[in-house]
């Protein structure tokens, strides 16, 4: 049975290395280097390491020096791609040795490491690096040692692949990352790629290259495909936490632009210009002081901007988008110049800013000027607002609709504000996920956003990714459930609302929409209905300060920072507030507090812990309709604001600087509304709010 067992896994190995030739195959140039870079380009490349990139070369070259013989069993991948190009620059032939022996130390190191199931790293960067390497020496190396290094090579990416045979008996690699083309693709599929390419008919195994040279470039075109989705028109990633959008996940596309084209000698970076528009994405996460909100897997200690890689991947699109959309890099050039101004990596893809030749064709830096006051990423589904473009001016995010779900809570409708700070939060933290159980069990679960809960007894839990759930606090159970169903911004108010009746169970929830007015520069009108199965089932509506509020009767307020939020419930008529938080309490879900995990020190970006809103009278229907203002903390309190109601229509009017401003809303049927804007007795706005969604696209500018 054993032999008959192995005998089956060795067919389907060899029927799974059987690949069709396709017609690009025949494109690849014959010699090497072809992986990053080529002989045509190489005199480029070498200027730029002489002449803006000269200091950085040295930095490059002071790494490698200081990698002292004998070089032990290691990964050595970032190393060798380093020492390889120092050998190319100088031609020193201890430089080539050095990358040889760093070589052959790296893939002992991996076969030593996979042998006893354990993963060699959870990204697949070094051992990029190491083949690009393996690349750049391979003419000047002798042809035994390539044939032994290139097939030992592959059979380790056979190794790690999902679904290999695993050459050296390990059983199951634990951690390993074989992440897919809706992540961010650094995981062991990667690789394929670029073993097929360096070792493309070189007769070191043929078939084995060209089938993972072909699934390697299906796998990219997909990952292209499936990210210009998720940017649409507007910009994006994979991902709508800045974390991994301005993080790793730029290095999929910018990777494999660079060895398509140094293959090939084609640039079609055209082809996919999503990519440059990240940089409208960005403008538009950037709050004052290098902010952002805080969306998704974050890890709310400070929440600045995750900016140390930005500088690279600013660079990266300037250099392969001067030619093609040069008014979006020259609005990558302020940002560059102005906003991300951070050095380079030495270690991590040091060697790019060398391939960037391109880069000094990009346009003079673009100031993007006033923004508009809204916009929306649909593909994102993420809707951010700002009365201005100030340190002063107060900016929002509203999370509906998107395509994503990858490190996305279970936080459909759910609003963040800031104002020279950030009175209210998305609470909890992801910082070191790998112990505890509070990013699961709290964090990334409705009951830790500015959402609606909706109590069912016996309820299934909402499992997470990071490790198991146990308790369910009346959340959602989709994270990719809501729909955006109007939208539209001027220069008076932006409107947007939702419905993510989709996001919880059908067993509890027969309606949940959210439709929110920001009134500039610093008033909100939030209007739910939530509908439940059950009329003893309660909803609750949630608000999360970032410090101990002052609840007073039906008025909430909150401060951080310079800021100050006020937020006054209206409806329901009978509400009851409940501060839950503090010491103990901050996390608080299922009856227990889910402590951060060890060693991370608590942070008011985490969240106080929340005020809940609920009805004394139990209904199967339930509106929730509140107001907030926010400013600075010379504000003692909140502007006039009192409830109306007419036939179906319930809402607000406010008295804002001399200005009278009503907005209602429907209580049944299709989401609609209606605001009025008067001044001294006459109307500047007397229309019903928008029941579509205002298209948008390009860039940020007005």
């Known amino acids: 049975m054993a032999t008959l067992m192995i005998a089956l896994c060795l067919l389907l190995s060899s029927q799974t290395f059987a690949q069709e030739r396709p017609d690009w195959v025949d494109r690849i140039r014959d010699d090497h280097p072809r992986v990053f870079l080529n002989d045509d380009t190489w005199p480029e490349v070498r200027a730029m390491a002489e002449g803006p990139f000269a200091d950085h070369y040295e930095r490059v070259k002071g790494v490698v020096d200081r990698v002292e013989n004998p070089i032990p069993v290691d990964d050595w991948g970032a190393h060798a791609m380093l020492c390889a190009f120092v050998w190319k620059f100088t031609g020193d032939e201890a430089y080539l040795e050095k990358t040889r022996e760093m070589l052959d130390r790296s893939l002992e190191h991996y076969h030593e490491v996979v042998g006893r199931g354990d993963a060699v790293d959870w990204y697949s960067t070094s051992r990029i690096m190491i083949l690009a390497a393996f690349d750049w020496i391979f003419e000047d190396s002798p042809e035994d040692w390539r044939q032994q290094w290139g097939l030992s090579m592959l059979d380790h990416v056979t190794d790690v692949l999902p679904g290999g045979v695993p050459n050296l008996g390990a059983g199951d690699i634990i951690p390993v990352n074989r992440s897919g083309i809706t992540t961010g693709f650094y995981g062991t599929p990667s690789l394929m790629w670029y073993a097929g390419l360096a070792m493309h008919d070189e007769g070191i195994d043929d078939e084995r290259a060209l089938d993972y040279l072909v699934r390697g470039h299906d796998l990219y075109i997909q990952l292209l495909e499936h990210r210009s989705r998720a940017a649409g028109d507007d910009g994006g990633s994979a991902s709508a936490t800045l974390g991994y959008a301005l993080g790793a996940y730029p290095w999929a596309e910018f990777n494999f632009l660079h060895t398509w084209e140094s293959a090939t000698g084609e640039n079609i970076a055209g082809d996919w210009p999503y990519v440059a528009l990240l940089a409208n994405y960005v403008m538009w996460n950037y709050l004052p002081g290098g902010h952002e909100f805080g969306y998704g897997d974050a890890g709310h200690t400070t929440n600045k ?7 690279q991947h600013i660079m990266q699109m300037m250099h392969f988008y001067s030619h093609v959309r040069p008014d979006w890099v020259a609005l990558m050039r302020y940002m560059r110049e102005e906003m991300f101004t951070g050095g380079l990596d030495t270690i991590r893809w040091g060697v790019h800013p060398f391939l960037l030749t391109r880069m000094k064709d990009a346009p003079p830096p673009m100031d993007p000027g006033q923004l508009p006051h809204a916009r929306h990423f649909e593909g994102m589904g993420q809707v951010f607002m700002r009365s201005g473009s100030g340190p002063e001016d107060t900016y929002a995010l509203f999370n509906a609709g998107g395509i994503l779900r990858q490190h996305r809570h279970y936080d459909n409708l759910n609003f963040w504000i800031y104002h020279r700070g950030f009175p209210i939060v998305d609470s909890g933290t992801r910082a070191n996920e790998d112990e505890g159980d509070h990013l699961q069990n709290y964090y ?7 959402c609606v809960l909706i109590d ?3 309820e299934p839990v909402s499992d997470y990714w990071n490790g198991t759930v146990y308790v369910q606090e009346g959340g959602q159970y989709r994270s990719d459930a809501s729909e955006l169903v109007a939208f539209e911004t001027n220069d008076i108010f932006t409107y947007v609302a939702g419905d993510g009746t989709e996001a919880y ?4 929830c027969e309606l949940c929409t959210r439709q929110m007015v920001f009134i500039y520069p610093n008033h909100f009108v939030i209007f739910d209905r939530v509908r439940s199965t059950q009329p003893e ?6 608000l999360h300060p970032a410090t101990e509020p002052l609840v007073e009767g039906t008025t909430i307020r909150a401060d951080q920072g310079e800021g100050r939020l006020f937020c006054r419930t209206l409806l329901p008529a009978n509400a009851q507030l409940t501060a839950i938080g503090g010491e103990g ?12 995990p060890p060693g991370v020190e608590f942070t008011e970006m985490m969240g106080w812990g929340r005020v809940e809103v609920a009805s004394t009278q139990p209904s199967a229907e339930q509106l929730f309709l509140h107001v907030i203002e926010v400013g600075d903390q010379s504000l003692e309190q909140m502007a006039p604001v009192e409830r109306i109601e007419a036939d179906g229509q319930v809402g607000a009017r406010l008295t804002i600087d001399g200005r009278t401003v009503e907005v209602t809303f429907a209580t049944e049927g299709d989401l609609g509304g209606h605001i009025t804007v008067s001044e001294n007795g006459q109307a500047i706005i007397d229309r019903d709010l928008t029941t579509d969604v ?7 500018r007005q």
Do not use: C, I, S
């Open 585 to 596: 309490q901050r996390f608080m879900a299922g009856g227990r507090n889910w402590e951060l």
């Open 694 to 700: 205002l298209p948008q696209e390009g860039l940020a």
């Open 505 to 508: 169970r059908p067993e509890k």
């Open 305 to 311: 901007m995750p900016a140390y890689l930005m500088p």
């Open 456 to 458: 069912m007894p016996d």
């Open 444 to 450: 990334a679960q409705t009951v830790a956003h500015n």
């Open 537 to 542: 089932y309660t909803k609750r509506w949630l």
